[in-house]
């Protein structure tokens, strides 16, 4: 049996499948890799079931020792890596030696990286899933200092793929498309088309929770009270303030400020990567687009 132990989680390190799906009208949030795709690709990379549990690390900053020989595959946003001190690429296979430390630097762009083991990061499930949901503390933990993740064995073969050619998230504005949300008409013309026409700043306050923006304030031409209403992930929410807060994915199930717009699934992991200080300009479409493997709660 293998195990990675974490010497340094950086500023945050959590245990990510591909969440909690149908549980919503329970209450329970769908959680899972905020970037789902960058963890799908790191799976395929290492023959795993796209759905198999890895470390999500926000910002790089993360130092892992291999107990046992383990092999690797890290996507999302490129952070430097390197293991006992040499260097490695991402978005291909790197295989760690028993007792070499893993080290990941800061993504040159992008927020979320996907560090993914052959076989699968172990554990118990919780409600069908070994995915960390900060908002409502399912799952385990935010990994720590000391922490063990037990690696899984192999299910399939690995598929020889050296890399694996995509795109990286950019480093300057990032657009979303959006679609009209529940609420859309319960705010002023002005209001609908300042969303759609002026950029909105990212601020330090987001997490996978979502993400606060700053921007044009959002005016409202009803002021009622409104029941608490089911959210989902990519919801622009609209508290008193005018200021709006794109939701990700740990979102709460429900809530109680109007929704004036929505991001596509297509989208959300665009969005999963916009770090602060990074601003969004969004384009309103007439229709969601599906697209396989993309996030609809």
């Known amino acids: 049996m293998s195990w990675l132990e974490v010497v340094a989680p950086g ?10 799906t149908g549980l ?14 960058a963890l799908r690709l790191a799976n395929r990379l290492l023959g795993n079931a796209e759905a198999a549990a890895a ?10 020792v291999a107990h046992g020989e383990v092999t690797v595959a890290l996507t999302g946003a490129p952070c430097p890596m390197t293991v006992d ?7 291909g296979v790197v295989r760690v030696p028993d007792g070499a430390h893993l080290r990941l630097g800061v993504p040159a762009t992008g927020l979320r990286s996907y560090l993914a083991v052959r076989g699968g990061i172990g554990g118990p499930e ?67 088309e300042a969303l759609v026409t002026e ?29 608490p209403e089911g959210m989902v992930c990519g919801a622009l929410q609209v508290p008193p303030s005018g200021q709006p807060t794109l939701f990700l994915a740990d979102h709460p199930v429900t ?12 989208d959300l992991p665009l969005a999963a990567q916009v770090r602060p200080g990074q601003r969004i ?17």
Not at 11 to 20: E, H, I, K, S, W
Not at 282 to 296: D, E, K, N, Q
């Open 199 to 227: 950029p909105y700043d990212v601020t330090a306050d987001s997490n996978r929770v979502g993400m606060r923006l700053s921007g044009p304030v959002l005016a409202r031409r009803r002021d009622e009270e409104l029941p």
């Open 281 to 297: 300009t969004f384009v309103r479409v007439p229709s969601a687009p599906l697209t396989p493997g993309a996030r609809h709660d």
């Open 85 to 91: 001190g040499r260097a490695h690429w991402g978005f």
């Open 11 to 20: 500023p945050l390190a959590t245990v990510q499948d591909l969440g909690r």
């Open 126 to 192: 919780q409600l069908g899933s070994r995915s960390t949901d900060t908002l409502a503390a399912l799952g385990p933990t935010p990994l720590a200092s000391g922490d063990t993740l037990l690696v899984r064995g192999p299910t399939g073969p690995l598929p020889g793929v050296d890399l694996a050619p995509v795109a990286h998230p950019v480093a300057g504005d990032v657009t979303l498309r959006i679609v009209d949300g529940p609420r859309a008409d319960w705010f002023t013309t002005e209001a609908r």
């Open 24 to 37: 919503g009208a329970l209450g329970v949030g769908h959680s899972g890799a905020a970037d789902a795709p």
């Open 255 to 266: 809530g109680g400020y109007p929704v004036i717009a929505v991001v596509v699934g297509p």
């Open 55 to 64: 470390v999500e690390v926000t910002f790089g900053g993360l130092e892992v």
